[in-house]
């Protein structure tokens, strides 16, 4: 066992309320300037919706992500290092500027410089990459509150299978929900792998992942392989830019700029220990539908005398130790088991986690004639909700409906019993019980869901500068590298390190990961 930490996010999408300060926050503080004005680290889009950019989630068409080769081994979907190579000057699993959006200014010397006449001027847009008049056509936000999606909603990636034909976009029968997004920071990155200069790295100390940008060569490897699409080429420098989880920030023990900004409230920050040495098995997973209970299986309980004792040896301090035990990503993630991972089936074992939205389960119960009261024809109502069940499963959970019907049970049976209490009843513990909690637990959890305060959402420790020479002088070695000979069962070389505090990810011989 070998214990890493890992700076998590988790964001709870019934209290989004998709009024994008998180994502204008971050764009004033990261890619306000020239060359990436079209670049949005963190933007807010509407599901259902195709997306920014624009059908994002299509890996069959942008082959981004992990896949299992024929003999069960992990590779890259995008191709191994020859495919990259011969790809390097033509690419063609790229993104367009028109998926993004072409990014304009105006000409708003028209306004004070045009002569007298009988009409107002008006400031027409120009494109910031030609400078020539253009039509404002797309965007990043161009389907907010289900604007666009008679015309485009049909076209998400995730309405696949029969039970499609129940997303209806007609007045009286469609749904909505807003879904933030930024750079997932994976314990198992994909454009890290997919990097030909070694650019892209994940810091050992937090599981950040970041982009030297005095190694990057523009290669653009990394656009194709994150599944995402979380990194940005800047227009004018050439070299890929992409969500540093606000690094300067939690280094300090504060949090991300869209976590201190968000009004809703919906963010969660904290560190998760894990076991670095199981990550490869747990991502190489045969069946999609246990790659969740993979992921959950690679963290480890802060709590556990054995785990603190391991960390430690691992030099991990005692206040980052702490702070694990506090953390509320553990709490939603593991203890409560409530917050899943977007698209586990892309094998990068993502870190930023979603508790699904809740639809209004009473109305499905008025709506199929049952009773409020009645904790079966509640739970059953769960399974007819507005939002389908398979949609939310095509989400986060590789199709798998039964978690997802379980998280939302779980949430289900919390408002029901708060409500009880809130209305000054003793609230049936019937209703816990059928979802696997006690009282004491649906206090916690309403706590943190609800009323949390500042320091229990965001536990974020400070870094140790005492440890900078430390972990320069460690061996060369990547946070998820096998322990052992840095070569594969076939004898193929796995290594790829640079003996630096902030150390690059393995890459297989084949574009694969151990």
Same mark, same amino acid.
């Given at each position: 066992?070998?214990?890493?930490?890992?700076?998590?996010?988790?964001?709870?999408?019934?209290?989004?309320?998709?009024?994008?300060?998180?994502?204008?926050?971050?764009?004033?503080?990261?890619?306000?300037?020239?060359?990436?004005?079209?670049?949005?680290?963190?933007?807010?889009?509407?599901?259902?919706?195709?997306?920014?950019?624009?059908?994002?989630?299509?890996?069959?068409?942008?082959?981004?992500?992990?896949?299992?080769?024929?003999?069960?081994?992990?590779?890259?979907?995008?191709?191994?290092?020859?495919?990259?190579?011969?790809?390097?000057?033509?690419?063609?699993?790229?993104?367009?500027?028109?998926?993004?959006?072409?990014?304009?200014?105006?000409?708003?010397?028209?306004?004070?410089?045009?002569?007298?006449?009988?009409?107002?001027?008006?400031?027409?847009?120009?494109?910031?990459?030609?400078?020539?008049?253009?039509?404002?056509?797309?965007?990043?936000?161009?389907?907010?509150?289900?604007?666009?999606?008679?015309?485009?909603?049909?076209?998400?990636?995730?309405?696949?299978?029969?039970?499609?034909?129940?997303?209806?976009?007609?007045?009286?029968?469609?749904?909505?929900?807003?879904?933030?997004?930024?750079?997932?920071?994976?314990?198992?990155?994909?454009?890290?792998?997919?990097?030909?200069?070694?650019?892209?790295?994940?810091?050992?100390?937090?599981?950040?992942?970041?982009?030297?940008?005095?190694?990057?060569?523009?290669?653009?490897?990394?656009?194709?392989?994150?599944?995402?699409?979380?990194?940005?080429?800047?227009?004018?420098?050439?070299?890929?830019?992409?969500?540093?989880?606000?690094?300067?920030?939690?280094?300090?023990?504060?949090?991300?700029?869209?976590?201190?900004?968000?009004?809703?409230?919906?963010? *969660?920050?904290?560190? @998760?220990?894990?076991?670095? &040495?199981? +990550?490869?098995? %747990?991502?190489?997973?045969? $069946?999609?539908? #246990?790659?969740?209970?993979?992921?959950?299986?690679?963290?480890?309980?802060?709590?556990?005398?054995?785990?603190?004792?391991?960390?430690?040896?691992?030099?991990?301090?005692?206040?980052?130790?702490?702070?694990?035990?506090?953390?509320?990503?553990?709490?939603?993630?593991?203890?409560?088991?409530?917050?899943?991972?977007?698209?586990?089936?892309?094998?990068?074992?993502?870190?930023?986690? *979603?508790?699904?939205? @809740?639809?209004?389960?009473? &109305?499905? +119960?008025?709506? %199929?004639?049952?009773?409020? $009261?009645?904790? #079966?024809?509640?739970?059953?109502?769960?399974?007819?909700?507005?939002?389908?069940?398979?949609?939310?499963?095509?989400?986060?959970?590789?199709?798998?409906?039964?978690?997802?019907?379980?998280?939302?049970?779980?949430?289900?049976?919390?408002?029901?019993?708060?409500?009880?209490?809130?209305?000054?009843?003793?609230?049936?513990?019937?209703?816990?019980?059928?979802?696997?909690?006690?009282?004491?637990?649906?206090?916690?959890?309403?706590?943190?869901?609800? +009323?949390?305060?500042?320091?229990?959402?965001?536990?974020?420790?400070?870094?140790?500068?005492?440890?900078?020479?430390?972990?320069?002088?460690?061996?060369?070695?990547?946070?998820?590298?096998?322990?052992?000979?840095?070569?594969?069962?076939?004898?193929?070389?796995?290594?790829?390190?640079?003996?630096?505090?902030?150390?690059?990810?393995?890459?297989?011989?084949?574009?694969?990961?151990?």
């Amino acid at each position: 066992m070998r214990v890493m930490a890992q700076i998590a996010m988790v964001m709870n999408l019934d209290k989004c309320i998709g009024c994008h300060t998180c994502s204008v926050t971050c764009k004033q503080t990261w890619t306000n300037r020239t060359g990436v004005e079209y670049a949005w680290f963190n933007n807010v889009e509407t599901k259902p919706g195709v997306g920014y950019p624009r059908r994002y989630e299509d890996q069959e068409r942008w082959k981004g992500g992990w896949m299992l080769d024929k003999r069960g081994r992990l590779v890259l979907r995008s191709g191994g290092r020859v495919k990259r190579l011969l790809s390097l000057f033509a690419n063609p699993d790229l993104p367009a500027i028109e998926d993004y959006y072409e990014p304009v200014t105006y000409d708003y010397d028209n306004l004070v410089s045009a002569p007298a006449g009988k009409d107002v001027p008006v400031a027409r847009p120009r494109s910031v990459l030609t400078g020539r008049p253009t039509a404002i056509t797309w965007g990043a936000n161009w389907e907010d509150g289900l604007g666009g999606a008679p015309e485009h909603a049909g076209g998400d990636p995730n309405l696949t299978g029969e039970w499609a034909q129940k997303v209806k976009f007609a007045f009286e029968q469609t749904f909505l929900f807003h879904l933030p997004r930024l750079c997932e920071h994976c314990l198992n990155p994909a454009c890290v792998s997919a990097c030909p200069s070694g650019a892209m790295y994940k810091r050992v100390e937090d599981g950040i992942v970041l982009v030297d940008q005095d190694r990057c060569r523009g290669w653009r490897m990394c656009v194709t392989a994150c599944p995402y699409k979380k990194v940005y080429i800047n227009h004018a420098t050439g070299k890929a830019e992409k969500c540093t989880f606000c690094f300067p920030r939690i280094e300090a023990g504060q949090p991300t700029v869209c976590s201190e900004t968000c009004v809703g409230r919906l963010r *969660y920050l904290g560190l @998760l220990l894990y076991d670095a &040495d199981r +990550v490869g098995e %747990a991502a190489a997973t045969p $069946d999609e539908k #246990d790659l969740l209970d993979a992921q959950r299986g690679v963290f480890l309980d802060p709590h556990d005398p054995e785990v603190i004792a391991a960390a430690r040896e691992s030099g991990i301090p005692e206040d980052w130790l702490a702070a694990a035990r506090r953390s509320p990503v553990y709490d939603l993630v593991m203890r409560y088991k409530v917050a899943l991972p977007l698209h586990p089936e892309y094998r990068t074992m993502p870190m930023v986690w *979603y508790v699904p939205p @809740l639809s209004p389960v009473l &109305d499905a +119960v008025d709506a %199929a004639g049952g009773n409020q $009261d009645d904790p #079966d024809h509640v739970f059953a109502a769960v399974t007819r909700l507005r939002i389908p069940l398979e949609y939310l499963a095509e989400l986060f959970t590789a199709k798998d409906t039964d978690v997802v019907a379980g998280v939302l049970m779980k949430l289900t049976a919390l408002r029901s019993y708060m409500r009880e209490r809130i209305l000054g009843e003793t609230g049936d513990e019937t209703v816990l019980k059928a979802v696997g909690l006690t009282a004491q637990e649906a206090e916690d959890l309403h706590r943190l869901l609800a +009323v949390a305060k500042y320091q229990d959402r965001y536990v974020v420790p400070a870094a140790h500068k005492e440890d900078a020479a430390a972990l320069t002088a460690m061996e060369n070695r990547c946070p998820v590298e096998s322990s052992g000979d840095p070569t594969d069962a076939g004898g193929r070389r796995v290594l790829l390190g640079i003996p630096t505090l902030r150390r690059r990810a393995p890459e297989a011989a084949d574009g694969g990961r151990p």
